[in-house]
Each structure stands twice: as C-alpha cells, then as structure tokens.
C-alpha cells in the first residue's frame, strides 16, 4: 500500500500538482488507524491511502486541502474521535508535508531564450511547461513538462491552466499574437511577452482596435524582463525570471545594500 500512495503522489507530482502526505505517527486507545498509516491527498479532494476512515480521516483531508490552498510546507495535528464523533475512542496523532506546492511557469516556445529560462525556472523552484509546435525540441528540456500543441489549439488544450506565470517567446510574431490573445483569456498573475518596442507597439494597437481594453493591455508585461541584460539568450533569461520573481515575492527594485 505505501508504494501505491508514493506512486500516486509521484505522478501527480509530474503534473506539477501539489500533494499533502499525511502520516499517522502516534495513536493512543481503540485509534482506527496505526502508526506509519499514509494518505497522499491531491487539491481537488482526491486521495489514496487511509489514515483510519470515518470522520476523522475526513477532518484530516480537509486541513491537508487547507494547507494546499496557503501554500503551507508542513502541518502536524492532534485528533480526538470521540469529538469526531466515532465511537472508537482513542487519539491519534499526524504528521504532514506539502510536496510540489509551487508556483507554475508556463513558456511558449521552445528556443534557445526558452530553454534557458525553462533551466533556472526549474531550480528555482518553479513547475515548468513548454508549449511548442516542435516535437523534436522535447529533449531539450530535461526538466519541464513538454507539450506539443498547434498555435491553433491553445484554446482547445488550455495548456496554460493551472500556470500563474505566462512567458511567451516562440519563433515568430504571428505565434506570439496567438499565444499572447490565448494568454489574456486566462487568470494569470504574469503575462510577459518578448519583442521589441516596435513589435510591442503594433501589437497592442491592432489587439486595441480590435476591442481589447486599456486594462487588459497593462497586464502585459512586454517589452519583456527588467533592464540588466544584453542580447545574450542566458542573460534575457536571467532578466524575465528577476521579473517573475520580482512579482512573484512582492519585490523592490532596490539594491539590498541601500535597504
């Protein structure tokens, strides 16, 4: 049974699901449930394993969803079933960790800016998905959920749910104005779009004409990534991820030797 539930929280941990391992580690009494008892539970309510069924277990997968949705690492709690209400008696005690509860980055396009970026997203800790065309591209992201989807299917195969960071740098303007209308549609913290200011310009201004609104429109972030690199693919990399952090933890532009 435990590999069952290691196997299960594995595999939706590839997914770039978050999973509350819960683990019994003490009981006292007529307990249910047994030291060393699991339960692997998934955000939406799904789970494999026991930690002894009834109320309590319900109890249990409630604050494990509790602690997915605050992006807690770790909770322990202390359970009393006969104020569960199970006739049973006794206490047990538990144990958990949150694996994968990270923020998802999804990347459309699959160059050489993409790639290196999909590389310090990752050990940053970032859930990463590459949305490109190229199958043949797949293994240059060892690290990334990779998906090969047509520009005209974005809306058909949401690639992008579930990722609260958008960047997009595919090969060519017209796949960056699909993926960048496909983007809009979502509820994404950040929307940041490579190009130069031309490039920006002219999209905007087509995307306004054709009844996008001013408010939508700054939710873009593009020309893309804070002023500190050149033209080097690694360093745009280093500059879109400084402002996917920057948004991300609430940041400063300031120097930390001036704060």
């Known amino acids: 049974m435990e590999n069952e539930i290691l196997t299960f929280a594995d595999r939706h941990l ?8 819960v683990t019994v580690t003490e009981t006292t009494g007529s307990s249910p449930a047994t030291p060393g008892q699991m339960i692997a539970v998934l955000p939406g309510g799904e789970s494999c394993g026991t930690v002894g069924g009834g109320s309590s277990e319900a109890y249990i997968i409630n604050r494990a969803l509790s602690a997915i949705k605050n992006n807690e690492k770790v909770f322990s709690m202390s359970i009393d079933h006969a104020e569960n209400g199970m006739i049973c008696g006794g206490t047990m005690e538990v144990f958990a960790n949150v694996l994968g509860n990270y923020s998802g980055i999804c990347i459309f396009g699959g160059g050489h800016i993409a790639q290196s970026l999909s590389a310090i997203a990752h050990k940053t800790g970032f859930f990463v998905t590459i949305v490109e065309d190229r ?18 299917m974005y809306e058909a195969t949401d690639p992008a749910a579930g990722s609260d960071f958008t960047v997009i ?12 209308r496909y983007c809009l549609k979502g509820n994404h913290k950040y929307i940041g779009m490579i190009g130069s200011k031309k490039k920006v310009t002219e999209i905007f201004a087509k995307l306004k004409k054709e009844g996008v609104s001013q408010d939508d429109l700054d939710r873009i972030y593009a020309p893309i990534g804070l002023d500190v690199a050149d033209s080097a693919p690694a360093e745009i990399a280093v500059a879109i991820l400084a402002e996917l952090l920057l948004i991300k933890n609430n940041g400063t532009l300031n120097h930390k030797k001036n704060t």
């Open 14 to 21: 590839k997914t770039g699901k978050a999973v509350a391992l």
């Open 135 to 152: 199958a043949e591209l797949e293994c240059e992201f060892p690290d990334a959920c990779y998906i090969v989807c047509n520009p005209d």
């Open 169 to 180: 740098c595919t090969r060519g303007h017209e796949t960056d104005d699909k993926a960048l």
